[in-house]
């Protein structure tokens, strides 16, 4: 059940102009249950919250990761551009998880438009970590080379685990681009071929997500098996 939390930042980092991840420890209460894809609702200011997804596993319920896109400089952007290490913070959380993976043995193709990947992130090592048989492929969209992180990351989780794939894919590259290019939208549908026997997790921007959904069910993907969080 979602409850109040104090956290305190613990590391702050900018890992492109715009994305930073914050590590926040558990302060009182000391320890979280949460299921991987749900969020935390940040407390900014009096009747000032912004939601943020939990980027982190359950696994580690000491701390809190959250990657936050500062780009629309609203309050929760300011927020964060201001936190630093030591810095108090109050949470409430666990809160949503519409994105949870379902208990199937289904295929799981997830697709993220830029921080859309936060959650993702959590659900995918928490699932091989507890064992998970399916496969699952996730497809990442960003605009330019600059907007890259966690190549490492996700490469070695693909190569721990076989059952994990994973595309990058950049809408608007320099031409010394050799990875995929253009829209998530279309390296989906070009390479998922059994489209009606995959469950679908999707999380970003409203345009991709209603882009994704339409041609989903278009296909005739049961709306069962589409899981969606919009960021804005
Ligand atoms: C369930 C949920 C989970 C979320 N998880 C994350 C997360 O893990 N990481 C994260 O970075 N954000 C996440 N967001 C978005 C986040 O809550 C804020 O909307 C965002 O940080 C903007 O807050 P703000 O106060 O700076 O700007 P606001 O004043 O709230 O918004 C200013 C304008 O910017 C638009 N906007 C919001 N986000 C973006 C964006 N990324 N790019 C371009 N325009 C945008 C809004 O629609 C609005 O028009 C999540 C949102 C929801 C609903």
């Known amino acids: 059940m ?15 102009d715009k994305v930073y991840f914050v590590t926040f420890a558990l302060v009182l209460p000391p320890s979280i249950d949460f299921r991987a894809g749900q969020n935390m ?20 319920n000491l701390s809190l990761l959250m990657v936050h896109d500062v780009s629309p400089m609203g309050p929760g952007s300011k927020w ?19 994105l949870s993976f379902a208990d199937s043995p289904r295929k799981k193709v997830m697709i993220a438009t830029g921080t859309g990947i936060a959650p993702f992130r959590g ?4 699932y ?18 600059k907007d890259i992180y966690w190549k490492d990351e996700l490469d070695k989780l693909q190569s721990r685990h076989p059952a994990f794939t994973w595309h990058q894919i950049l809408s608007k590259p320099s031409d010394a681009w050799t990875g995929l290019r253009g829209h998530v939208t279309e390296h989906v549908f070009s390479q ?22 339409e041609q989903l069910l278009a296909h005739n993907v049961p709306k069962e098996q589409i899981k969606s969080e919009l960021f804005y």
Do not use: H
């Open 41 to 60: 609702m940040l407390m900014i200011a009096p009747g000032v919250n912004r939601t943020m997804s939990i980027a982190s596993p359950p696994s580690e």
């Open 123 to 126: 659900m995918i090592i928490d």
């Open 192 to 213: 998922e071929k059994d489209l009606q026997q995959s469950e679908f997790y999707l999380c970003g921007n409203k345009g991709m997500i209603e882009e994704v959904r």
């Open 128 to 145: 091989f970590d507890r064992g998970g048989g399916a496969n699952v492929e996730l497809y990442w969209g960003q605009r330019f080379e």
């Open 80 to 98: 964060t551009l201001g936190l630093k290490v030591g810095d108090t913070a109050t949470i409430v959380a666990p809160t949503g998880g519409v």
């Open 2 to 16: 979602a409850q109040k939390f104090t956290l305190k930042v613990t590391s702050k980092e900018q890992v492109t």
